[in-house]
Antibody, heavy 120, light 107 residues
Framework: QVQLHQWGAGLLKPSETLSLTCAVFGGSFNDYYWTWIRQPPGKGLEWIGDINPSGRTNYNPSLRSRATTSMATSKNQFSLRLTSVTAADTAIYYC??????????????WGQGTLVTVSS | DIQMTQSPSSLSASVGDRVNITCRASQSITNSLNWYQQKPGKVPKLLIYGASSLQSGVPSRFSGSGSGTDFTLSITSLQPDDFATYYCQQSYITPYAFGQGTKLEIK
């Protein structure tokens, strides 16, 4: 059964760069889209962006080009960088898997979440 | 960008009740609509994909319907484990968007 395990720094100062990595265990890496989603404390879910097996990326324009996703296929890992963070970026960040051949391309498997707090 | 609006935002119901949660897209998304359940402090869980397909392992009391702009998540015979927050999500076009959530509480 596939599992996603994510890690990264949990406390950042304003203007620093958020960096998170997600490792995929127990499943194929090359057959899925890999996604980042965030959830501010007590609020709803926001799609950040994704990367497909060929390395093509999509991002939420609301992040104003601050987000970058990448992947290391040899390690079955993918990563998120978010530059120039502010307090508004404080959230639980989730990595997730999306099977492109499944109707609706849902997020069917999620990492455990990483709380990232931005504070001076 | 496509906006997703859920109603109601909160709902009180009793064990054994049937509830419906609706989700409306600001433009047609065909059947590219997914539903998730999230309990406090937990990771969201996929319930329904492609508007009406039940994810493996999800109880059959959950069902989804709709297409175009209007969708419904139905839960029959509510169980104590079903009290949670539910989110719809469109995957028709990026940026993918979630509804604001519907919190289902015990009456």
């Amino acid at each position: 059964q596939v599992q996603l395990h994510q890690w990264g720094a949990g406390l950042l100062k304003p203007s620093e760069t958020l960096s998170l990595t997600c490792a995929v265990f127990g499943g194929s890496f090359n057959d899925y889209y890999w996604t980042w989603i965030r959830q501010p404390p007590g609020k709803g879910l926001e799609w950040i962006g994704d990367i497909n097996p060929s390395g093509r990326t999509n991002y939420n324009p609301s992040l104003r080009s601050r987000a970058t996703t990448s992947m290391a296929t040899s390690k079955n890992q993918f990563s998120l960088r978010l530059t120039s963070v502010t307090a508004a970026d404080t959230a639980i960040y989730y990595c997730a898997r999306s099977p492109p051949l499944l109707t609706g391309t849902p997020f069917d498997c999620w990492g455990q979440g990483t709380l990232v707090t931005v504070s001076s | 960008d496509i906006q997703m609006t859920q109603s109601p935002s909160s709902l009180s119901a009793s064990v054994g009740d049937r509830v419906n949660i609706t989700c409306r897209a600001s433009q047609s998304i065909t059947n590219s609509l997914n539903w998730y359940q999230q309990k406090p402090g937990k990771v969201p869980k996929l319930l329904i994909y492609g508007a009406s397909s039940l994810q493996s392992g999800v109880p059959s009391r959950f069902s989804g319907s709709g297409s175009g702009t209007d969708f419904t998540l139905s839960i029959t015979s509510l169980q104590p484990d079903d009290f949670a927050t539910y989110y719809c999500q469109q995957s028709y076009i990026t940026p993918y968007a979630f509804g604001q959530g519907t919190k289902l509480e015990i009456k």
